[in-house]
């Protein structure tokens, strides 16, 4: 029990560290997130397969880990002087400060300028960060020095579950193109994602630390939520490009077609929600003696403890006219998953959980949609790209961004919402042989909640 | 178990660096029911412990080598409603969970602040007593609360033909390092 535990937490770092070294392209972040049409858009379309590269530059520099600079550097986040005692690290005047490390070490593709720090919370006349918890029989509160209440949510990534999302596997972290003949293709990848962790109070709880009374016969718990997988995957697809369509008032169209069929076997799933609490009795107090409480199920599979398989059927089609690119894919129009693995329950006041092998499987019509624009605005000097997209996987996302080519120079902006507001920032730098590209990233400081900044750096090789 | 849990909970929930110190404050009056935070004082020398002598719980989420010091501080009423001079004194008594009797002076528990009072009959007079506590002020005091959850009560003695003792407010502060969990 316990080495499968230890095997699940390696696997989940395996899957985080995948997670960072994808991530999004840093031409994209300069644009919000926007993906521009081309055949690096071929996982969000399969008609994207049989369009020609290069229409709308590419974006396929290396996501270099810059946050391990901004993590080393600084002596508030790094970990460093550990390694010669760890009282280094952990004495009164050590500059050490876990939000700050915390902060970077879940932006590891980014350099952040001003990460979450605890000197919010520095209290001049003492001259270090206080946290205050104010402990009454009807309440318990947690504040800063000045009495404002404390954000309470951390969170990593966006949770998923085969439940949600059928076998719409997680974006492949690299993927091989076989190209067949008549139109046809195979492709490998590898997959490792889907990755979310959250950790937050529940609503009484959330209630209770804002000051409110604690209630009777009421569960104060912290709830922790966490999802990853990771496999490989086959497709076998089909993309072309059909005879020019004369389309009324539009004109020639050209128009591509793409359908792909992808199977994968999966290596690593977990899904699964925590909680540990305390209960109030009849009078709203907590019995200092009475034991916690946890509940929970996490469902979970490990090489050698289980595996997934599936099949899901993608299709696309892309349309180009007076300059300008449409295209639309629906992901995931029939898929099928079933993963076999073991089923942890908390139920109750003991920490150890039940443990039963256990199965998850799904099956259905889960699309995820995808409609991408874009278009080139011929100037003067230099030229632009303008494009936009509008999605729906789970949840509604859209961007509309440009990128400005000068010569060897790019300038992009965009402006996009995708679990809430976003905007991005970027520039790259094109010579012969290779690329480099920059961009502002933004998030919400965990626990202070102010908006953090940082760059992102890519660097692409063309031979 | 809870109390760990609790603590825990803290933990993860709000980021800290090296230097970061958590103020605890207890509320200790808001435990002591309503209708038990007034002592009726009979006639005659009447020594007592209030609330009880098993003390008021403070149930303490880290009991563990982290604080750096602490306060505890009580406000109140004498009223003598007697004819004569109310004459008397008063002292905090703080004991580790363990011990069930604060005013014996063995399983641990000790007395603070002792302080004297004076009243004139008809009169009330107001009462506030504060009491710092760490390595270097009344230090075994400062050892009980750092060793986790603990009991405090007043101990009072008063020479009278009648009165009232209200507690209007009773806090516990004690301030830790958490990193200096981690050695």
């Known amino acids: 029990m316990t080495s499968a535990m230890n095997r699940l937490v390696g696997v989940m770092v395996f899957i985080l560290m995948c997670g960072f070294s994808w991530s999004q392209g840093v031409r994209s972040l300069g644009m919000a997130g926007l993906v521009l049409p081309g055949p690096e858009a071929a996982y969000l379309n399969p008609a994207y397969a049989a369009y020609p590269a290069g229409r709308y530059g590419s974006d396929q520099g290396f996501r270099l880990p810059v946050g391990l600079l901004g993590l080393l550097l600084r002596p508030e986040s790094s970990p460093l002087p550990a390694l010669s005692g760890l009282s280094n690290l952990t004495n009164e005047n050590s500059p050490f400060d876990l939000l700050t490390f915390y902060d970077q070490l879940t932006h590891l593709n980014e350099f952040l300028i001003n990460p979450a720090s605890s000197r919010t919370f520095i209290n ?35 949770q998923t579950s085969i439940s949600s999302t059928k076998a719409l596997t997680p974006a492949p972290l690299f993927r091989v193109p076989l190209a067949l003949e008549n139109n046809l293709y195979l492709d490998f990848g590898a997959y490792a994602g889907g990755f979310g962790l959250s950790l937050s109070p529940n609503a009484s709880l959330r209630q209770a630390l804002q000051g409110s009374q604690l209630q009777p016969n009421t569960e104060y718990a912290v709830i922790t939520n966490a ?38 076997y999966g290596l690593t799933y977990l899904e699964g929600n925590f909680s540990i609490g305390v209960q109030t009795d009849a009078q709203g107090q907590i019995d200092p003696n009475q034991p916690p409480v946890y509940r929970g199920t996490a469902f ?39 993963w076999s693995g073991t089923e942890l329950q908390w139920n109750g006041s003991s920490a150890s959980p039940t443990s039963t092998p256990s199965e998850r499987s799904s099956f259905g019509f889960v699309p995820a949609f995808y409609l991408n624009a874009a278009t080139q605005v011929p100037l003067e000097t230099g030229t632009l790209l303008v494009g936009g997209d509008l999605g729906y996987e789970g949840s509604l996302f859209g961007r509309i961004g440009g990128e400005y080519s000068l010569g ?10 995708d679990n809430g507001f976003r905007f991005g920032l970027g520039a790259g730098f094109v010579a012969p042989g290779f690329s480099l590209d920059t961009a502002l990233t933004t998030h919400r400081a965990p626990i202070v909640g102010h908006t953090v900044f940082g760059i992102a750096l890519s660097l692409g090789f063309n031979f | 178990m809870p109390r760990i849990a609790f603590a825990l909970l803290l933990l993860l929930l709000t980021g800290c660096s090296a230097s970061t110190r958590y103020n605890f404050k207890f509320d200790i009056l808001s435990f002591i029911p309503q209708n038990q935070r007034s002592l009726n004082i009979p006639s005659g020398y ?58 014996d002076n063995s399983g641990g528990d000790v007395g603070l602040g002792r302080t004297s009072f004076d009243v004139a009959a008809g009169q009330s007079q107001s009462i506030a007593s504060s009491v710092n506590l760490s390595a270097t002020q009344n230090s075994a005091a ?15 003695e008063v020479n009278s033909n009648g009165g009232r003792f209200d507690l209007t407010a009773a806090q516990a502060t004690v301030i830790g390092r958490p990193f200096a969990l981690i050695k």
Request: no cysteine; charged share 15%; glycine share 14%.
């Open chain 1, 408 to 417: 060897p120079a790019r300038f992009r902006a965009g402006l996009g919402f």
């Open chain 2, 46 to 103: 009447y020594p007592t412990v209030y609330p009880n002598l098993e003390g008021q719980l403070v149930p303490l989420p880290i009991s563990l080598d982290i604080l750096e010091r602490g306060q505890i501080a009580i406000q109140g009423n004498v009223v003598n409603t007697g004819s004569i001079p109310m004459t008397g004194s008063y002292e905090i008594r703080l004991a580790p969970e363990s011990d069930t009797n604060l005013n």
């Open chain 2, 142 to 156: 400062f050892n009980i609360i750092k060793s986790g959850s603990f009991r405090v009560a007043i101990r009072v």
């Open chain 1, 124 to 158: 001049p006349d003492t001259g270090y960060p206080e946290i205050q918890i104010n402990v009454a029989a009807n309440g318990i509160q947690v504040t800063d020095y000045q009495g404002n209440r404390i954000l309470h949510d951390l969170g990593l990534g966006s």
């Open chain 1, 300 to 338: 979970y599979t490990i090489p050698g403890n289980g595996n997934g398989f599936g099949a899901r059927a993608d299709l696309g089609v892309v349309m180009e006219a007076q300059g300008t690119t449409v295209g639309l894919g629906i992901r995931n129009a029939l898929g099928f998953a079933r």
């Open chain 1, 227 to 264: 999802s990853a997988q990771a496999g490989l995957s086959l497709g076998f697809g089909y993309a072309s490009q059909l005879p020019d369509l004369p389309i009324p008032e539009v004109g020639l169209t050209k128009v591509y077609v793409g359908a792909r069929g992808e199977a994968f």
